[in-house]
């Protein structure tokens, strides 16, 4: 009888134990509906241009349970003045971030210069062209280059280089692609809400019809303009937009070794900090504080960045990135 009892005791615990994980399974499911029904409504009001009512979504599931748990969630590192040494024992190498140098599309520039001579002098052989008529020849190749650094700040030339290297660089491809990963990743996880992305200057001419507009990640910055506009930038402000200037070449340089691309986010960090008033102390410290915790944010989620990368690299919408973020990262990570 005893051990009779001992059974029936022992086999209604699994039951009881088993009723709580479906229960448990039930729960889990209509969170992931729920905050997958919200992200939905997300993309739709940024599709609208309604970066407002987009922000408010997000941030009403900000921090719970059933909602967005790492948005604005990433620890930061003390901030101080770090000194050179300091970021080298953290295995950062400062010249090999902060000074991207493309060389991928500086080949191909030089070798479409290269290719354009060659092809000049065989058409000058084979046409026999008088000097008049290179000389027009000369002068009309000139002013569309003119045209375009004036007029389009460069961007039809930007817009050729950067086809070809998507077409025939897969290195490049991929770089940018991580980029602009970094880009996002940091973003959100410092709570600054990404609202789109483009990773080609073609894609980003279809979306927007401008040269000017280059491959990117936009985000949703209205209350950073607001401050700016106000005379006033908040620590915090200019902390996150510190962190997710300097994401794209800080995954480069974990990635590579090196960062190429990204001078251009570099000289706007630039430009914002001499607006501020900042001295190059200042300056420095900021950036350096920037690196050093951008880096350490990106090394611990590099698992959610890849997975990231994957979902950009096939156009997933910014709702969907946001669901992979928060299903890569367990929070007591963050």
């Known amino acids: 009888m005893g051990t009779m009892m001992h059974n029936v005791g022992w086999s209604s615990r699994p039951r009881l134990r088993l009723l709580t994980f479906k229960f448990r399974v039930r729960c889990s499911s209509e969170v992931l509906v729920s905050r997958r029904q919200v992200l939905e409504q997300v993309d739709k009001e940024l599709i609208k241009g309604d970066d407002i009512a987009a922000l408010a979504l997000v941030k009403d599931l900000q ?3 059933a909602g967005l748990q790492c948005f604005g969630a990433a620890r930061q590192v003390p901030q101080r003045l770090y000194t050179l040494e300091e970021l080298k024992l953290n295995g950062i190498e400062t010249m090999s971030l902060l000074s991207p140098v493309d060389t991928t599309l500086g080949s191909i520039e030089r070798n479409l210069q290269l290719a354009a001579a060659i092809g000049g002098l065989a058409a000058w052989k084979a046409f026999e062209l008088s000097p008049q008529q290179i000389f027009y020849i000369s002068v009309g190749l000139l002013f569309l280059w003119t045209l375009d650094s004036v007029s389009f700040n460069g961007g039809f030339g930007s817009l050729v280089l950067d086809t070809i290297g998507h077409t025939f ?18 973003a959100y996880l410092v709570g600054i809400l990404p609202k789109g992305y483009t990773l080609s200057s073609l894609e980003a001419l279809k979306k927007e019809g401008s040269l000017n507009v280059q491959a990117g990640t936009a985000f949703v910055d209205f209350e950073f303009l607001e401050e700016v506009n106000g005379g006033k930038l908040s620590a915090t402000t200019l902390n996150r ?39 190059q102390k200042k300056a420095d410290s900021q950036v350096r504080w920037s690196v050093l915790n951008t880096i350490l944010l990106l090394r611990l989620h590099e698992g959610a960045r890849a997975k990231l990368a994957e979902a950009m690299s096939m156009g997933k919408s910014v709702g969907s990135c946001i669901n992979i973020i928060e299903d890569s990262i367990d929070i007591l990570d963050i």
């Open 63 to 65: 921090g719970k349970p």
């Open 169 to 186: 660089s897969k290195k490049y491809h991929n770089r940018v692609i991580q980029h602009e990963a970094g880009h996002f990743l940091t």
């Open 241 to 279: 937009f510190s962190c997710i200037a300097l994401a794209g070449v800080a995954t480069e340089y974990l990635l590579y070794g090196f960062a190429e691309g990204g001078l251009a986010d570099i000289r706007q960090l630039d430009i914002l900090l001499q607006s501020l008033g900042f001295t």
